[in-house]
């Protein structure tokens, strides 16, 4: 390529003339023109819209660059500020762009949105105002000044704005949405209803709405249209993860747990590291018995939330099920160390040393104590302390009885508390149930036929139950659940009735201030009560009764062919522990011949072989003297399974509730270790009340040797398994008709006692 000459060179085309006088001009290109200001705003408005935020912003500074007093590019980078987490730059920015276009209403909705999230209310709500009186039949502003009314505490006038601009255009999706958030903040909660389904009607798909009206309809039990609600917002916004969170809540609670589950990985598919969503699939993995799964899961959320207390308190439950007691103390401790309130988790460490008897009983008396600190504010306590009931004379009037519980239906302590209430005399008693727990079934609708009123608490918070037992004037609250699952604690500890009392459920102390009395069996050493915040209440028998299905055919049982003998409990898992096996292997050591048959009826069973197995193996217990029984569905099928053993044997240190009832029932004779507590207390208290005190040890050594005994005497086993049930059958322990006056007996002198301490 020939060389150019230089500007002062003779021109290359021969003119004579010099470079920059002849032909330079035309070869030159001409100076770029500079792109116009509004092709700048657009790009940086397509950017902007694209989600483009540094390129948005260098479109923008380019016209300011220009232009320093620019509205528009003032007010989009202002934007711009505001989304990238610059609160002050984007407030400076916002302000210049209306000071400049005062009457710009979007400038003004805008920067009005800017102050309420800096928190600045006041000046907020006076910008919308502005905007408003700019320009009355704009909706935004109105939207907006609902919104911040709403922050600020100022509900009539977030419901005015918001109701002034459904007037304005009945079909704006955003003012039914805000107005259902409002109504719902004040718990009007079928206006909420009203307003979110409004809103899904002017916008189909509305996936804030369709959540939102779920998890109304969730708290309200209407469990399968939340569940729809859910998958509709799925299906409308299926890159957010909030759906899937609460679509994989409603269908546990519907006990449709893998499809929770399901959800639940949809949901971490979307955001894989949305800590909710672990949280989630750690729940349902737990219900469906996936311990190792549910673990990991918590761990995962911890780890993505270090502060995430529910995630901690229900890692705490899975390590429990899986008897790492020491682990799951520390995790229930750690979720109460991030949340001094978190109720749920305190009851569960109380339930845990309860469980596991691992510490004093003066120390878990102090944990127990403490637990209503965490439920209730110090206002709410004192107020509990100093509420007064107005004594109603007697004249003959039937005392009004409350039982709040969780157990209404299939369940453990239903075998004990409905025989005594077929026989409560309703010429003294009017009898209300309060179930904390939706329950189904024919069992269930035996509960509620009992009673004069059923009232179910599920949907109602503590303060709003406590309320309604108030109002129904209940003489004696009664508790059957504790610090048990789904246990509702929190209302006794708001005082809701002249007297309060615990039983059957729990069999340690609530801890509460405002429980007054705990009912106990006769045989409860007095030294117990030093264990019990509550004032002990013993009746003159068993502390419960026991309905034996009649129906269950006579034993089956017969001596092994082999000689085998076999020592069995059909404990949860988890009961089975150190002291346990230590216990019975001794057992196994004196008794060649034996080997051990285990069944746990919850779903965790197998994954919790191997820790007894190697517990079993350090107390030099070979694997194949241990069976364990596949889990057996069906009552009928459980029971029959004690045709095979040749002697039930107790857990230490908590002794067997219903299986001691169950196992003796079936002829099984049952051998237990007394312990120094109540609940270890549980296994002697049954057998004095059939009168066989000769199988309740005071010693390991004793206890073995009652098991060697009965073991070799095949002859007395077999003479025990043809009487034992009649002999059962007739004593204290299944006899309601006695259990129930003697109860009556104990509320009335209760009450009594109250009547004459407000007359003092």
């Keep these: 390529m020939t060389n150019m000459p230089g500007r002062n060179d003779p021109c290359f085309c021969g003119s004579g003339k010099k470079y920059k006088q002849c032909c330079f001009p035309a070869v030159m290109p001409e100076e770029p023109q500079p792109v116009s200001l509004d092709l700048l705003l657009r790009q940086g408005q397509i950017h902007h819209q694209a989600g483009h935020f540094k390129d948005a912003a260098d479109s923008y500074r380019a016209i300011l660059a220009r232009n320093p007093d620019h509205p528009d590019a003032l007010h989009y980078l202002g934007v711009v500020a505001s989304q990238t987490g610059q609160p002050e730059l984007a407030l400076r920015l916002m ?52 919104a911040a009314s709403s922050r600020a505490g100022q509900t009539p006038e977030a419901m005015a704005s918001l109701q002034r601009a459904l007037v304005l255009q009945p079909d704006l999706p955003e003012a039914h949405f805000d107005l259902g958030n409002l109504l719902q903040s004040q718990d009007r909660l079928d206006e909420a209803i009203a307003s979110y389904r409004q809103a899904v009607r002017c ?37 957010r993860p909030d759906p899937y969170f609460n679509l994989a809540i409603a269908l546990q609670e519907r006990r449709h747990c893998e499809d929770a589950a399901q959800a639940c990985r949809a949901g971490l598919l979307v955001a894989p590291d949305s800590p909710e969503l672990h949280f989630n699939l750690g729940n349902a993995l737990y219900v469906l018995g996936d311990l190792d799964g549910a673990e990991a899961a918590f761990r995962r959320a911890i780890a993505l939330r270090p502060g995430y207390a529910e995630a901690y308190g229900n890692l705490g439950t899975t390590l429990q099920e899986q008897g790492r007691m020491p682990q799951a103390a520390a995790a229930y401790e750690k979720a109460i160390a991030l949340k001094p309130d978190y109720a749920s988790a305190f009851s569960n460490l109380i339930y845990l040393h309860a469980f596991a008897w691992d510490i004093p009983p003066e120390e878990q008396l102090r944990i127990a104590s403490k637990w209503e600190c965490a439920a209730l504010t110090p206002e709410q306590r004192a107020e509990a ?80 139950a406590a309320a309604q037992i108030r109002a129904d004037q209940i003489d004696i609250l009664l508790d059957t659940s504790g610090h048990t699952d789904r246990g509702r604690l929190g209302i006794f500890a708001r005082r809701c009735a002249p007297v309060q009392c615990s039983w059957i459920g729990f069999w340690a102390s609530t801890g509460l201030t405002e429980m007054d009395y705990v009912l106990a069996g006769s045989t409860l050493p007095q030294a117990f009560d030093a264990h019990f915040r509550e004032t002990v209440w013993r009746l003159p028998f068993p502390a419960n009764i026991y309905r034996g299905d009649p129906t269950l055919p006579p034993s089956q049982w017969r001596p092994a062919d082999d000689g085998t003998v076999w020592l069995g409990s059909f404990n949860k898992y988890s009961k089975i522990r150190e002291a346990s096996i230590a216990l019975w292997a001794h057992c196994l050591h004196r008794l060649p011949e034996a080997k051990l048959l285990f069944e746990d009826r919850t779903p965790f069973d197998l994954q919790l072989h191997p820790r007894i197995i190697v517990e079993f193996a350090r107390q030099g217990i070979a694997c194949d003297r241990l069976e364990f029984s596949p889990h057996n569905p069906g009552w009928r099928n459980h029971m029959q399974l004690y045709d095979r053993l040749d002697i039930a044997i107790d857990t230490l240190p908590f002794n067997s509730g219903t299986t001691a009832y169950d196992a003796l029932w079936m002829g099984v004779p049952f051998v237990t270790k007394e312990g120094d507590w109540g609940g270890g207390q549980m296994g002697s208290l049954v057998l004095h009340a059939i009168g066989r005190p000769e199988w309740i040890a005071r010693s390991p050594e004793e206890f073995t040797s009652i098991v060697t005994s009965l073991a070799r005497d095949r002859e007395h086993r077999r003479e025990i398994r043809a009487t034992q049930r009649a002999r059962m059958a007739s004593s204290l322990l299944c006899d309601a008709e006695p259990f129930a006056r003697g109860l009556e007996d104990a509320f009335d002198a209760m009450f009594d006692r109250w009547a004459a301490r407000q007359q003092e």
């Design 203 to 239: 916008r189909p798909g509305y996936a804030d709405a369709l959540n939102n009206l779920g998890t109304i309809l969730r708290s309200q039990g209407s469990l399968e249209e939340a569940i729809q609600c859910y998958r509709e917002a799925v299906q409308a916004r299926p890159n």
């Design 95 to 146: 302000q210049r762009s209306s000071e400049l276009q005062p009457h710009n209403v979007g400038y003004l909705c805008n920067l009005a949105l800017v102050l309420q999230n800096r928190g600045q209310l006041s000046e907020s709500i006076q910008t919308y105002q502005r905007a408003i009186a700019i320009d009355p039949q704009a909706t935004a502003p109105l939207l907006g000044l609902g």
């Design 385 to 464: 302390r100093e509420r007064q009931f107005p004594l109603v004379p007697r004249h003959h009037r039937r005392l009004r009885l409350g039982i709040v519980s969780a157990e209404l239906g299939d369940h453990a302590v239903a075998e004990f508390l409905q025989p005594v209430l077929e026989r409560l005399d309703r010429a003294r008693f009017h009898l209300t149930l309060y179930p904390t727990i939706q329950r189904s079934g024919p069992r269930a609708e035996q509960f509620k036929a009992l009673a004069d009123q059923y009232t179910s608490l599920v949907p109602l918070a503590d303060g709003q």
